[in-house]
Structure formats: C-alpha cells, structure tokens
C-alpha cells in the first residue's frame, strides 16, 4: 500500500472515533415529544463571580473564611436562522482527568435569534458531575424554545471535587445566583432570556439543592451533622428561618429532580418537605440505591404544597434519565478510580438513550405547561400509574376509543418499564 493510500485508511478507522459519543441521539422508536425542535442552536460558555461568598473548604476552627466563587457555565439557546447545527464539546471523564470529546447539534458561539424571548431553564449536576452531564437535555430543550444554562459547581466536579459540606451549602445559591447572571446579561443573549420564567432540573445533589431551592428547607439534624457543613452553616438554609424564605425564588415556577438526594440521610422529613411550593417532577430509577427509591418515594408522598408527579424507571439504578451516554474511553479502567467510569454513566438494565429520550419528553410537556401555560400539554401526564397495563384501542382511523389506556405520546409497545404517578397539592 502507498503511504498515500495508507494515511487515508488511517483517516478513515480514526474518523468514528471523532464521532464516537454523540448527546443528540433520538431513537426511532422514542416517545413524541423527544425528538429535537425546529430551532437552530447555539452555545457558549461563560463565567460569573459570586463575591464575598462563604469558603467551605477553608474553614479552621471558628473562622468562617470568605472568597469570590467562580462559576463556569455552558449555556445552550435558539440561534439565529441559517446557523448550521453541530460542534463538539471538551470535557474530562469522571475520573477528572482523562480527556473526550463529545458531539452534538449546538454551533459554538453562534448568533443568537431575533425578536423573541425565551423561558430560561437552570441545569444542576449530580456530585460529582459537570456542566456537560446533561447536555442531552441542554441541548433538546432549547432547540424546543428555551435557553438553558448548566453549572459547573465549584468544588463539586470531576476535576476539583472537594469536601461535601461545601455542596450541601452552595448548591442552591448556586443555582438562585446563575438566574440573577443570566438575568443581568447585556449582551444579545441576554436580550432573549426571560427570566421572569423559570424552570430548574437538578440531577441527584442537583436534585437535593433544586428542592431546597423550591421551599424545601433542611432539618435542624441535618445541620448538626460532623460530615455536613461544618459549624452550623447550613442552618441557613433551615425549614422556617428566615434565611431560607429569602431564597425562595419567585421567578421559579417549576422543577425537575432526577434521583434527587438527601431524604435518606435526614436532610428533608415531612414536616420540611411540606414547605416545597413549586410544581415539581420527580424522575428515579426504582432500584436506585444511592438516593433509595424508597426515600425518593417519601420526597413525592410528603411534599403536600404542591402537585407533584413522580416517574419510575423500574429496575433501573441511580443514572437514570439524567447522564448522557457513556462516553467510549469511559469503558476502559483508569489508574485513578477503583471502578470503570463506565459505571458513572450507564445502568445496567436500561438504554442510556431511551432513557435520554423519556426525559427529554416529559420534561418538555412540563416546561411548556408551567413555563408557557400550554395546556395541551396535560394530557401527556393524565396516565394510567402502570405503563405495562395500557391497552391500545383505536378505530379504523387510528384515533384512541374509550378502551385506549396506552400512555400518552408513546408508540405502542414502547412504555413498557414504566411506571407514573401524581399527587395533587394537599394530598
């Protein structure tokens, strides 16, 4: 073979590889409102300080250390028309150090569009995680009309993960100050965000500081613990003080917690997660043995201030709904970690993309329903608790008859494995 010839075979096996770990991957047989919009999208990453802000990891005795906290965030939105899709995004493995690279639909600094504005929608990281761990949802949701803006939580990501107090403290002020940055924005991506508008997603300790930060206030336990945030500091963000009122954000008017963490280790008990006041869907895999179904499950019982719907992943552990699909270096073993990073990513029982793809789903019928008051949208959660009982009925024109009990917006077959259920405020 001529050198020629033979760097050109090279090119080729290395070109899958460029392509190897896609977050915009729609299967064919994915429920109805899965697929990506019509909207271009564009993507930057920017960079907001929060000063004078309580440093957790330096405190010594009595002294409560302050510092700027530096936050970086990947922030997706509608483009403007013409702007070709595409572009790749480079981030780290879960061990913090080996390098990948993932692709995607967003342009890299695009153009934003014109003349709208458009819902604004925070995207809250697991412990440890990064901005990129749910950009399958960045990245879907403002191709549907949002702008959507997930956070590298400082000391809380794969490459500076640190003492978990510093977590338990920040991750709702986090969350509440990248609303107040992205509401100050001058530029043109500012123009277009509507802050007034606003949904949250919070993914396992993302989940825990989205309730929180929805009127969930801690327990008086909690903030006692020698492994939480030390010398009491939590207590501002204790259920009835007036700490945790202020935080309470108006602009928020809906929430998604994925596998959200905290009511098995005492942080929430009913009486606390009675204070929740933001319509909220709860996504969780039913053998999930890190947050425990179980206590996920308490978290949709008790919190009676507000309608609330929990969607089950039967069989499916903590990752579900909420990663991306493992990158392919993460199938290898890394020095650094005593499992395969693989693990950090994927469950055993469910497909990673389908599982992508329910989410992006639901939560697209619940953001335009609370952020956009689309009441078609309802039907899509007015569904018989067992996605395995349904029964497809349709007449000669394929239109549902009375006997159709099969899940909204879900081909038939598809839903199995699935389970949903709701609470009203009150109940």
């Keep these: 073979m001529s050198r020629t010839r033979f760097a050109a075979a090279l090119a080729l096996l290395a070109a899958p590889a460029a392509l190897a770990n896609p977050v915009d991957e729609i ?5 109805e409102l899965a697929p ?16 004078d802000q309580i440093d957790v990891l330096a405190i010594s005795g009595d002294d409560i250390p302050r510092y700027d906290r530096e936050l970086t965030v990947e922030v997706w939105y509608p483009a403007a028309d013409g702007t070709e899709p595409g572009g790749s995004y480079d981030t780290v493995l879960r061990d913090g150090q080996t390098q990948v690279t993932l692709t995607g639909r967003a342009a890299r600094d695009a153009e934003p569009a014109m003349g709208e504005t458009y819902p604004l929608i925070v995207i809250s990281h697991g412990y440890p995680g990064n901005r990129y761990l749910m950009s399958h949802l960045g990245e879907n949701l403002a191709s549907k009309g949002y702008v959507t803006v997930a956070i590298d939580h400082r000391d809380s990501t794969y490459s500076d993960q640190a003492a978990f107090g510093s977590t338990l403290l920040h991750r709702p002020l986090d969350q509440r100050f990248v609303i107040d940055q992205m509401e100050a924005l001058e530029s043109h991506l500012g123009s277009i965000t509507d802050t007034s508008a606003v949904g949250v997603i919070g993914y396992s300790m993302g989940g825990y500081g989205a309730l929180v930060f929805g009127g969930a206030g801690v327990t008086q336990a909690s903030t006692e613990y020698s492994w939480g945030t030390p010398n009491g500091l939590l207590t501002q963000h204790l259920s009835g003080s007036e700490s945790h009122a202020a935080l309470i954000d108006p602009r928020v008017k809906a929430l998604i917690a994925i596998g959200p963490w905290g009511r098995n280790a005492g942080f929430w008990d009913a009486n606390t997660l009675a204070g ?30 507000t309608e609330r719907h929990l969607l089950t992943f039967n069989h499916a552990n903590h990752n579900a709904a909420a990663p991306i699909p493992a990158p392919r270096e993460s199938w290898e073993p890394v020095e650094s970690l005593d499992f395969v990073p693989f693990e950090h990513y994927a469950d055993p029982v469910w497909d990673t993309v389908r599982m992508n793809n329910i989410a992006q789903h639901f939560s697209t019928a619940f953001f335009d329903l609370h952020l956009r008051g689309d009441v078609s949208r309802r039907p899509y959660f007015d569904l018989i608790p067992s996605s395995d009982d349904g029964v497809t009925a349709l007449d000669e024109e394929a239109l549902p008859t009375d006997d159709h009990t099969y899940w909204a917006g879900f081909p038939d077959r598809t839903a199995r494995g699935l389970r949903f259920e709701t609470l009203a405020e009150g109940e």
């Excluded at 053998?287 to 308490?298: H, L, Q």
Aim: charged residues 20%; negative net charge; proline residues 10%.
């Design 27 to 31: 299967r064919p047989d994915a429920p």
């Design 36 to 51: 990506y919009g019509t909207l271009p999208i564009g993507v930057q990453t920017l960079r907001f300080v929060n000063p």
């Design 276 to 305: 929740l006041e933001k319509p909220t869907l709860i996504m969780a895999g039913g053998s999930d043995d890190v947050s425990v179904y179980g206590a996920i499950r308490s978290i949709f019982e008790e919190a009676r201030g």
